[in-house]
Each structure stands twice: as structure tokens, then as C-alpha cells.
T-cell receptor
Framework: SAVISQKPSRDICQRGTSLTIQCQVD?????MFWYRQQPGQSLTLIAT?????????ESGFVIDKFPISRPNLTFSTLTVSNMSPEDSSIYLC?????????FGSGTRLTVV | QQPVQSPQAVILREGEDAVINCSSS?????VHWYRQKHGEAPVFLMI?????EQKGHEKISASFNEKKQQSSLYLTASQLSYSGTYFC??????????FGDGTTLTVKP
């Protein structure tokens, strides 16, 4: 299965600012996914990113707050915009298909 | 809709067996299992596709009952390294996944 490099691994940001998280996959994948996970809780899907089309967002997540780019089949970014303390969480990207899914190492975001 | 995992938590001694269940109210295309250790990302264990057979990975195996939309993860002769939170992810098609709330497994010496 694919190997995903995600960065940054952690960041502390001021409220009102934005942070862009990057994920690089070592092979071409059709779909990439962005999740949010609060400590001790399950994974919540933010959006699905397909190359060449706009991302598909889940209920409760909007493009203005979480813009996503997918310029090619090996790379994607998620931006957390106009951050507030409620955005503090772990953000993970994932890629895969019927052979299985791989996660990036995660970005631990703290908004102060 | 989120799949339901059971039990929520289980404590074992080394060498004991455990079963973790995952059930969905929707017709499933695939079920996949992960183990996550504290502070780390989930690690993929295996995926079971509709029409597929039971799968195994060392002493960890899983089954998928399509009629009941249920999957079970079997941990045999558990080791200390098996400790962590196990998540099932379910797909109703070859696309996005929905995850259960997780089962915390603690293996004691």
C-alpha cells in the first residue's frame, strides 16, 4: 500500500490565522481523504479530494473554512482557515482503494 | 451512518484471544480494520471486500458476513504489542469510509 508523508507534524497557531497541511503520496492514487480526530475519539471525514475536480465536503465542513487542493495524483493540501480554538485537533490525510488505505502521520494543531 | 463497534474496551492477558465486532445498518461494499496506538496514526491491518473470503495477518484475522453487514476481527494469542485502539472503517461503495468509535484493547503481561 501507499506511503504518505504529511507535514507539519504539529503546530501552534494564533486564532484568526490559517495553516496549510501537505500530504505527499509515493504512488499515484485516485482519491485522497482528509480526516479530523479529537484525542480518544473516532475519525471524522472532512472531505474527499479527487484530482481534477473540486473536493467533496461532508456535512458540517465547508470549502471556505477548509479549502483543499489536489493538483496531481500524488499530492494534496488542506488549509484550516481563520482558525479558532475549536479547530484544535489532529488532522490526517489518507489514500487508498480496494487494496487498503494508508494514513499520513497526522498534524496535531493547537490554536491559541 | 457510523458503524457500531463492540466491545468498547477489553483487557486481556498475554496469550489470550479477543474478538472485536463491527456492524452496519447499511449494505457494505467493504470493511477495513486499523490499529492505532496513542499519539500515532492508524495503521491499516486488512480489508475485506464484498464477496471476499476471510483474511488473515499473522495471528490477526477477520471475517465479513455480508448478509448481516457485520465484520469481526479475531486476535489470537495476544501479544503486548497488540495493545491499542482498533477501528473498523466501512464503505458502501468504492469511495469514502465511515469509522466506528473504536475498541480499546489492553494486553497485560
Amino acid at each position: 500500500s501507499a506511503v504518505i508523508s504529511q507535514k507539519p507534524s504539529r503546530d501552534i497557531c494564533q486564532r484568526g490565522t490559517s495553516l496549510t497541511i501537505q500530504c505527499q503520496v509515493d504512488s499515484q492514487v485516485t482519491m485522497m481523504f482528509w480526516y479530523r480526530q479529537q484525542p480518544g475519539q473516532s475519525l471524522t471525514l472532512i472531505a474527499t479530494a479527487n484530482q481534477g475536480s473540486e473536493a467533496t465536503y461532508e456535512s458540517g465542513f465547508v470549502i471556505d473554512k477548509f479549502p483543499i487542493s489536489r493538483p496531481n495524483l500524488t499530492f494534496s493540501t488542506l488549509t484550516v482557515s481563520n482558525m479558532s480554538p475549536e479547530d484544535s485537533s489532529i488532522y490526517l490525510c489518507s489514500a487508498g482503494a480496494d487494496y487498503g488505505y494508508t494514513f499520513g502521520s497526522g498534524t496535531r494543531l493547537t490554536v491559541v | 451512518q457510523q458503524p457500531v463497534q463492540s466491545p468498547q474496551a477489553v483487557i486481556l492477558r498475554e496469550g489470550e484471544d479477543a474478538v472485536i465486532n463491527c456492524s452496519s445498518s447499511k449494505a457494505l461494499y467493504s470493511v477495513h480494520w486499523y490499529r492505532q496506538k496513542h499519539g500515532e496514526a492508524p495503521v491499516f491491518l486488512m480489508i475485506l471486500l464484498k464477496g471476499g473470503e476471510q483474511k488473515g495477518h499473522e495471528k490477526i484475522s477477520a471475517s465479513f458476513n455480508e448478509k448481516k453487514q457485520q465484520s469481526s476481527l479475531y486476535l489470537t494469542a495476544s501479544q503486548l504489542s497488540y495493545s491499542g485502539t482498533y477501528f473498523c472503517g466501512t464503505n458502501t461503495n468504492a469511495g469514502k469510509s465511515t469509522f466506528g468509535d473504536g475498541t480499546t484493547l489492553t494486553v497485560k503481561p
